[in-house]
């Protein structure tokens, strides 16, 4: 979507000037007026009417609660230069957008930066619910204070959001047990590496578990399914010995699903006899995931467009505030797989963000 600050780029003049030749308010030489309407019919831009007299009125804040992010772990870098991208976008409707992230390891830090982002008294919230029952707790505030609310990634049951913006998880599980079945179709056994159990127990990781486990149950495949618990993936020596002692103990593995974005530190910590006998199937397009995929240590990645996921939420906030158009209630975004092909960390949106 072009904006009022892109074509004020292209016309190499101030966002204040062009917004006088789209309202016609004079002070603008001939030139460039000419210049700045050439440039906007090219790009077929126009004014809306009814959502520019609202922003004029009135003055949105939409406040994000998300997970923070390090070279460790990259996943939640994408949903937030999609916020980015969609603040600079909805600026020009009268729509203000902060961004509070929290540590996702610690239940103080969600409601530490909730408490703050309170403070800024938002016309709506955007927030990944990581914990449930600190979840419960930060909508009580915003319910009583009338306050609307819409989960980011992660979608829980039993809550009065009024939209979910994120992946089907239970389909993409589905799907994963699918490729899995269909890279391995002869009879062999399966594992599924857990992690974080001290996480809400609702979320996304368990639909996925859900959805994978039930393609072979309605395909009747007589696969056997086994589970290993690793508490700390991060902790490269707990997860090498624990991967490496059971898949020696376990000969008849043949593939791996881990419904994470962590399937990296997996292959990490893996012998090389596993890695070349074993399929792997991991989710999202972080760029040590790519490697892997890449150097044939996975064979597929889920990617639930995450740089998307931001995105699109600003975008059905910002409409639900200014032209009160009211979202779906789940809004599942498409469910991308990944090979060694095609795949990109970035797409150039997401790209242009991080180096601006």
């Known amino acids: 979507m072009i904006t009022i600050k892109d074509i004020a780029k292209e016309a190499n003049v101030s966002e204040g000037t062009v917004d006088r030749v789209l309202h016609n308010r004079g002070g603008v030489s001939k030139k460039t007026e000419a210049t700045i309407k050439a440039i906007l019919k090219k790009h077929n831009f126009s004014v809306n009417p009814v959502a520019s007299a609202l922003a004029l009125k009135n003055k949105f804040h939409i406040a994000a609660l998300v997970p923070d992010f390090n070279d460790a772990d990259l996943f939640w870098k994408s949903p937030y230069l999609g916020i980015l991208k969609a603040t600079e976008d909805v600026k020009n409707f009268g729509t203000q957008v902060s961004t509070f992230k929290f540590n996702q390891y610690e239940k103080a830090s969600y409601l530490a930066m909730f408490k703050k982002l309170l403070k800024t008294k938002p016309s709506a919230v955007l927030l990944v619910p990581t914990f449930l029952n600190e979840t419960k707790e930060v909508v ?17 049951e039993g809550f009065n959001n009024t939209a979910f913006i994120g992946q089907d998880s239970y389909t993409a599980g589905y799907i994963a047990g699918k490729l899995m079945h269909s890279n391995q179709p002869n009879l062999c056994n399966f594992l599924i590496i857990q992690s974080r159990s001290s996480i809400t127990k609702n979320n996304a990781i368990f639909k996925r578990i859900e959805g994978f486990n039930d393609y072979f149950i309605k395909k009747n495949v ?113 469910i991308e797989i990944l090979l060694k092909e095609n795949a990109n960390f970035m797409d150039r949106h997401e790209l242009k963000i991080e180096n601006n």
């Open 222 to 334: 007589p696969y056997k399914i086994e589970t290993l618990k690793i508490e700390n993936l991060n902790n490269q020596q707990e997860t090498k010995k624990a991967i490496n002692t059971y898949l020696k103990k376990h000969s008849d593995i043949k593939g791996i699903f881990v419904p994470s974005s962590r399937i990296y530190m997996l292959v990490d910590g893996m012998e090389q006899q596993f890695l070349e006998n074993i399929k792997l199937i991991g989710f999202d397009n972080t760029p040590q995931n790519i490697k892997c995929l890449q150097n044939n240590s996975v064979s597929f990645l889920i990617s639930q467009k995450p740089f998307d996921q931001g995105y699109e939420s600003i975008r059905i906030i910002t409409d639900y505030l200014i032209k009160n158009k009211i979202p779906d209630h789940k809004i599942f975004l498409p």
């Open 140 to 156: 009580q505030f915003l319910e009583q204070l009338e306050i609307p609310y819409f989960f980011l990634n992660i979608d829980l």
